[in-house]
């Protein structure tokens, strides 16, 4: 299952823009330009591109509070994306949902979710639809290490099971829940194999090595779209953020960060493999990539600083359908 | 048209609405009969309260679905199946268990319209039993129709007769919007003239059950029963105008405005708990709108403030009873 | 740690009471003299009895809504119990709980629970006192297999081991949750394993048999005692009646019952083994308590019909301590 | 005394409690600092916003713990603790979190003083970020104090300045019911005076903040510093009593009756969702008790019944505001 060359220019061009997307928030975030709680994605970039290769935009994800990059690689259209987490009347959600909130229902993309854990219980439904629908549809529910502690996601795990619904587990372990260490919040020891003991199969993978978890999804996509149940994948990956933008991260030894950034960076690890080693393809083709990633974000941020607000009449509309 | 009892009228609500429209499924423990649907399973009971009687046998398994005890769970699975072209009915079988998985009724259904900004609409139906007077103590009686009517996002249905049962579900599974459906326990029995097809109540129009002059009645569910049975014992003596919500999200108060302007009296009945209530809810809507209509105070007559007591001699008193309805309306008479 | 002559007359008695208890509620039920919801232990004696022979008054248990087996093992007073079950006023709770709410504190039985899965949390709570307080303390989490896919119970377990907690998790595996196969509900198809993965020791042992469920139980509250953490004993013993008193058991083919009856039943098996293999005890000795205990049964429910029902005035009692 | 923070008061108050009695713990997720109080942690932070720092450090491992993202077992371990000789400070980070714990809240320690006919006491405090502005959205910003205002067995605290955050809360952790104090995330950084020492504020008890003839504005929560501006700006014109419940549950009616006695007139603010809330149970009470004295209809400023929004834009429209207050008042004085 080794991904064709349009297929690596697509992965390099999704992680691209996930980490510059996120680069730029976090200077916006710093001079005020972005309201609200941010959690960004830098370093777990791998994970959600090495996931959503696999889906169409038929297919649903559930995703958490730290959503862009499952948005991004998912395909939500990124202008938008960015006008939304400025609030603007035009953005994804019309300015409604903002960063812990974005979703793309066209796009599959069941919305960022600001409760813990609160996804998985999502992806369940979206599973069963495809299973009722028999439409060969899959979803994944995205979710951190932490996440795994809280009960929706547990009850999920042994449902699907169950249910033999066509779901994965994508479980991105970043080493903390908030301030918390995965070393201290998980009793077990391992998740995989706790995962495991529910029943479906589940694996270790290293999630800043793209191909890692293109292939472990990839057989996990198979067996759900095949009909043969659901599927967890770990993906280890450590957040080289803070919690949410402005965690001073006193919990932390910074000098971790910097050793990630040059060991764990899904980017040039990707271009180590791609360019260097197997020769794939050329530095050059990465590199316009970059610029017009770089571009792109840059406009999009020009645009959604000039763009309205929602205006006063949207703060009663899209409550329901009808009432 | 012939008479039925309010169980099987809502069976048939589910009925036609699965014969109808493929996106239909049921969802929520024991609903088949124990084993999920193993077409041979000898005893598909539909339910402890049998209410889904025979759907698996029609429908099958993958539109009548057993599921373990993770009620989270089968509340995601409705509101991710409604965002991805599915129509879920979910049964929680207690209101009381929405405790466990509050977070994907409050947090989730109800707002992902609003937070994706229009995108989405979330088709589902929570089915629960409510209500005191079964003996089933704190755990298992509650009302809880004034938690779910605070929160944007959800409607709130409250059947207080068969025919209610089957037009409203029918209209609470066409509707785009998550809808609470509360069923009283003690009402399952109870019958009433439900015509054979398929027929809607509108979401938010109440019913006015007994036309009077003089006060004004504002019932919730069950309590519209005992509300009707003191208009008919008064009939003659003080008229009532009964007013039946039939929901609670959205509120008819435009039916009970009209109605107190009339009357200048009002009481309302709910067996919910009294602090922000429903009753608290429409007496402060009286307030601000007809105050100037009112000839005496309004009357709440609720349960106390207070869990629901095992013993059914305090259950009695927990509940309103047609006496205390027959004693306020008279002292709103006399005062 | 084999139980001494007293501690098996003692253990008899309970689970003896437990039966007569439950026989005789069942008969109430269908003669219309007990309200409400009523679940009864029978088959399941051995569990609570071998469980709580371990238990002081000052270690605390949480139960379900399968309760009075829990409550006369712990050393609830069984005439209150039954004045309770029967909602009078001089009941356990005034007659305000009744079967599903039944508890006594200062017996450290700390409430029947109406909501699957809640009572874990609670016992949680009872061995994160004990560990605090530092006074040896243990809890004890009464759980049906059912309950095990309750997120509740998930995130009790986690939460236990990491805060290395004097808590046992008794999990009776009675078959069935309502009307459910465990079959069906466990995706795992293995509680104990399932258990284990969190990292915890997990033991299954035959729950009709009172010395396998106290020898294993004994080792776990050992462990709990020595500060060690917590542990799970699975106990398999298979419902006997039906998930309430008045279900048809239309699910199930009754035969399995009658064989249960013959086969697996603790009483049985206990004088078995003290009386024919061991020679413990002699038969009269047990035939003595036999006699005792409907004895008591029969006065207990005497008392209880002729007693007063709680005063119109209790309806209002009890709900703050001050307000 | 001297000034100091919302934020300082509170710990302050958790600081004089843990120290007077050993049974007070606190636990929650990252309130010591993220690694569950390993001594040797360099960063000890307190919670994501730093509410409990440097507890840990004084009272060590036992008496503050981190957990896992795990909201049943923490309520339950507050609750179960507080059946075994503990007095738990449960931390529950947002207030909007309950959803995923609400049971072991509202079935379980609301309700086991009354199932079990009064033998159990359960003192416990679940503190918790409430309210809007803070761009924070749908599910972190929501105010929900009448949700659990209707649940009987609970008590609820909404402290309007530092000096009541510090008096509420020593009585909250004191009382021995369970008390939900919450605790509105833009006022952490509110100054005010502090008295160093240990003192408490019945819960339970409204205080008045502004005393006027012409108009009762009854205030929740932050609404009461907007209240309080608005007294100050019409002061000279329109007199206005402005009170401060301080505990929706227990509510102190009678100040509020005597008020509104006095002046005739109400204005309610309160910045949760109008639907079966407080502002609906005050307006009722005064309709049932005060009739006669209304010299106009009671109003009602509340958020309105949508989701909180993302944006700070369409979020500023939905608090009510200090124009919206004032405007209602010169409504009531006209009309
Ligand atoms: C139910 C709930 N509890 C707590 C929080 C606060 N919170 C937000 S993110 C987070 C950590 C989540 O950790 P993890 O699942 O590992 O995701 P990560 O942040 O590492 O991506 C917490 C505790 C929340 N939003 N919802
Ligand atoms: C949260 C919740 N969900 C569902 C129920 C309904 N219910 C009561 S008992 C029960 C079965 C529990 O099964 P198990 O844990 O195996 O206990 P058992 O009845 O076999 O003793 C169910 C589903 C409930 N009381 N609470
Ligand atoms: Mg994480
Ligand atoms: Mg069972």
Same mark, same amino acid.
Not at chain 1, 161 to 182: D, M, Q, R
Not at chain 2, 43 to 49: C, D, V
Not at chain 2, 118 to 139: D, E, I, L, N, W
Not at chain 2, 237 to 250: A, F, N, Y
């Given at each position: ?25 976090? /200077? ?16 777990? %970039? ?117 249910? /033999? ?14 301030? *918390? ?10 998740? *995989? ?25 990839? %057989? ?7 009909? %043969? ?47 260097? /080693? ?37 703060? *009663?509309?899209?409550?329901? *359908?009808?009432? | 048209? &012939?008479?039925? &009892? ?304 095992? &013993? ?24």
């Amino acid at each position: 299952m080794e991904p064709n060359k349009d297929q690596l220019l697509k992965a390099y061009r999704i992680m691209k823009t996930i980490r510059e997307f996120e680069a730029r928030i976090a /200077k916006e975030f710093e001079a005020g330009t972005v309201p609200g709680f941010t959690h960004l994605y830098m370093g777990q %970039e791998a994970v959600a591109t090495g996931v959503c290769m696999h889906l169409t935009d038929a297919d649903a994800i559930s995703s958490t509070h730290r959503g862009h990059g499952h948005c991004i690689a998912k395909g939500c259209d990124v202008r938008k994306m960015m006008l939304e987490l400025f609030c603007k009347r035009d953005g994804t959600c019309k300015g409604k949902g903002g960063s812990m909130h974005i979703a793309d229902i066209s796009k599959g993309m069941l919305g960022a979710n600001a409760i813990v854990g609160a996804g998985a219980p999502l992806a369940v439904g979206a599973a069963l639809s495809a299973k009722v629908q028999k439409n060969g549809n899959v979803a994944v529910a995205f979710g951190g290490d932490g996440a795994t502690n809280q009960g929706t996601v547990f009850e999920s795990m042994n449902f699907a099971v169950v249910l /033999k619904l066509p779901l994965i587990f994508a479980i991105e372990n970043n080493g903390y829940g908030e301030h *918390t260490g995965i070393d201290y919040h998980l009793g077990s020891g391992d998740l *995989t194999s706790r995962t495991a003991a529910f029943g479906m199969p589940a694996v270790k993978v290293d999630g800043t090595d793209f191909f890692a978890v293109y292939e472990a999804v990839g %057989e996990a996509v198979k067996r759900a779209r095949n009909g %043969e149940g659901p599927s967890a994948v770990e993906c280890v990956a450590e957040r080289w953020r803070g919690h949410f933008e402005g965690d001073p991260q006193t919990y932390r030894n910074l000098d971790e960060i910097k050793e990630l950034q040059e060991k764990k960076d899904c980017l040039k690890k990707f271009r180590d493999v791609v360019v260097t /080693k197997k020769k794939w393809l050329k530095a050059a083709e990465l590199n316009a990539i970059d610029k017009e990633v770089l571009e792109l974000i840059d406009s999009s941020v020009e645009e959604a600083l000039a763009a309205p607000p929602p205006a006063p009449e949207d703060l *009663t509309t899209d409550v329901y *359908t009808s009432y | 048209m &012939s008479v039925k &009892s309010f169980r099987v009228a809502i069976n048939e609500a589910l009925d036609h609405e699965m014969g109808r429209d493929p996106r239909v499924i049921l969802i929520g423990e024991d609903i088949v009969g124990g084993h999920g649907g193993s077409a041979n399973n000898p005893g598909a009971g539909g339910g402890i309260m049998g209410i889904t009687g025979g759907l698996f046998q029609k429908y099958g398994p993958d539109r009548v679905i057993d599921t373990p005890i993770s009620e989270s769970a089968i509340i995601g699975s409705a509101a991710g199946g409604a965002l991805t072209g599915l129509r879920p009915v979910a049964e929680m079988m207690f209101a009381d268990f929405l405790g466990v998985c509050f977070d994907q009724m409050f947090n989730q259904a109800a707002k992902f319209r609003y937070m994706f900004g229009g995108q989405a609409s979330t088709p589902m139906v929570v089915r629960c039993m409510t209500g005191a007077g079964f003996g089933a103590a704190a755990q298992h009686s509650q009302a809880l129709w004034p938690i779910f009517t605070h929160i944007p996002g959800l409607k709130v249905a409250l059947p207080s007769s068969p025919y209610d049962a089957k037009g409203l579900l029918i209209s609470a599974i066409r509707d785009d919007d998550p809808v609470i459906f509360m069923e009283h326990k003690v009402m399952y029995d109870d019958e009433g003239e439900v015509p054979d097809e398929a027929y809607t109540i509108p979401l938010g129009e109440a019913n006015v059950t007994r036309e009077g002059d003089d006060v004004t009645v504002v019932a919730f569910g069950r309590m519209v029963q005992f509300a009707n049975k003191v208009a008919d014992k008064l009939a003659g003596e003080i008229s009532l105008d009964v007013i039946d919500p039939r929901t609670t999200s959205p509120l008819d108060t435009e039916v009970i405005l009209e109605s107190v302007a009339h009357t200048g009296r009002l009481v309302v009945v709910d067996e919910a708990n009294p602090l922000c209530s429903l009753a608290s809810e429409v007496i402060s809507r009286v307030a601000e709108e007809e105050l100037g209509s009112l000839l005496a105070p309004p009357k709440k007559i609720t349960a106390p403030h207070t869990p629901v007591p095992a &013993s059914p001699v305090l259950e009695a008193l927990y509940v309103p009873s047609q006496e205390k309805i027959e004693t306020a309306v008279r002292e709103l008479m006399n005062g």
